[in-house]
């Protein structure tokens, strides 16, 4: 049986071949199915499309939004959204080859966004981030609150 991770490095070989990114993701859910997710940036023309976030998207559709359980095999170390949207999906456990350095050396931005988002929101450069408070800014969290039939994430 091919192991998770080598499989998540073969398709990401297979996205540089076919013309998408060199990013491959395998995601295997506590059920035992794999969820495969490769780097649709440029085909799809969506910053989201992250290997990550396309076996994530996958497994959901199939099981839920819940995969706690499960685990995400990633051939490059994910970057800050890909994080973010295993911690969301509840995502056990994060296994990966490559670096984000590795990535670095190859032009993507992975280790800069980490070098500031390690340095505190504020420090983000790239985009403008403010705070402001304003009348009822929580008012849909008050509301949320109050949904007797809410479904709980």
């Given at each position: 049986?091919?192991?998770?991770?080598?499989?998540?490095v073969?398709?990401?070989?297979?996205?540089?071949?076919?013309?998408?990114?060199?990013?491959?993701?395998?995601?295997?859910?506590?059920?035992?199915?794999?969820?495969?997710?490769?780097?649709?940036?440029?085909?799809?023309?969506?910053?989201?499309?992250?290997?990550?976030?396309?076996?994530?998207?996958?497994?959901?559709?199939?099981?839920?939004?819940?995969?706690?359980?499960?685990?995400?095999?990633?051939?490059?170390?994910?970057?800050?959204?890909?994080?973010?949207?295993?911690?969301?999906?509840?995502?056990?456990?994060?296994?990966?080859?490559?670096?984000?350095?590795?990535?670095?050396?190859?032009?993507?931005?992975?280790?800069?966004?980490?070098?500031?988002?390690?340095?505190?929101?504020?420090?983000?450069?790239d985009?403008?981030?403010?705070?402001?408070?304003?009348?009822?800014?929580?008012?849909?969290f008050?509301?949320?609150?109050?949904?007797?039939?809410?479904?709980?994430?």
């Amino acid at each position: 049986m091919i192991d998770p991770l080598e499989e998540a490095v073969r398709l990401a070989e297979a996205g540089v071949a076919d013309g998408s990114g060199p990013f491959g993701a395998v995601l295997v859910t506590r059920s035992g199915a794999w969820f495969r997710g490769v780097n649709m940036v440029t085909r799809d023309d969506d910053p989201t499309a992250h290997a990550e976030v396309v076996a994530i998207r996958a497994a959901a559709a199939a099981e839920g939004f819940d995969l706690s359980g499960a685990t995400m095999y990633a051939s490059c170390q994910p970057c800050p959204m890909c994080l973010g949207a295993s911690m969301w999906a509840r995502v056990d456990a994060l296994v990966y080859a490559a670096t984000a350095d590795d990535a670095a050396r190859a032009g993507f931005d992975d280790a800069r966004f980490y070098d500031q988002l390690r340095d505190g929101l504020d420090s983000v450069t790239d985009v403008r981030v403010e705070h402001r408070v304003i009348a009822d800014g929580s008012a849909p969290f008050e509301r949320w609150l109050g949904k007797v039939d809410r479904v709980e994430y």
